[in-house]
């Protein structure tokens, strides 16, 4: 998961800790190599075969996360990367514009620990 804000990244770490088989890595945004750190996890991830997924926060500052779909997408490595857009924001706006840079899906944050367990579950990570 990459966020610019450190209370949703802790809850959504403490969520996932709940899931079981579900290996959850956050990145903080404080800067654009964050995207680089992501990348990096997801291709290290590629190459051990897991299932993987980009839990993404779409306002992120310099366009971050519409380069990030960008380059996840075109690295065929981890172009089958399912990419959900976990954003503040409900703006029907957003929601198209990150639909049309190649996320598989748009949610609204979760409002608690209760709603970032069950996003994490539907993302389909977990142990079967």
């Not at 800067?31 to 190459?47: C, D, F, M, Q, T």
């Not at 075109?74 to 990419?83: M, R």
């Amino acid at each position: 998961m990459l966020d610019d804000n450190p209370d949703d990244l802790d809850i959504m770490a403490l969520a996932a800790s709940e899931v079981d088989g579900v290996v959850f890595q956050s990145v903080l945004f404080e800067s654009v190599e964050a995207s680089a750190s992501v990348l990096h996890a997801l291709r290290r991830g590629a190459a051990d075969r897991c299932r993987l997924a980009l839990l993404l926060d779409w306002h992120l500052p310099a366009d971050a996360g519409v380069r990030l779909v960008a380059a996840v997408r075109a690295d065929p490595s981890i172009a089958h990367t399912h990419v959900l857009v976990n954003s503040g924001s409900d703006d029907p706006v957003d929601r198209s514009k990150a639909l049309a840079a190649g996320a598989d899906g748009y949610s609204v944050k979760p409002a608690g620990y209760e709603a970032s367990i069950e996003l994490i579950r539907l993302l389909g990570l977990h142990a079967r």
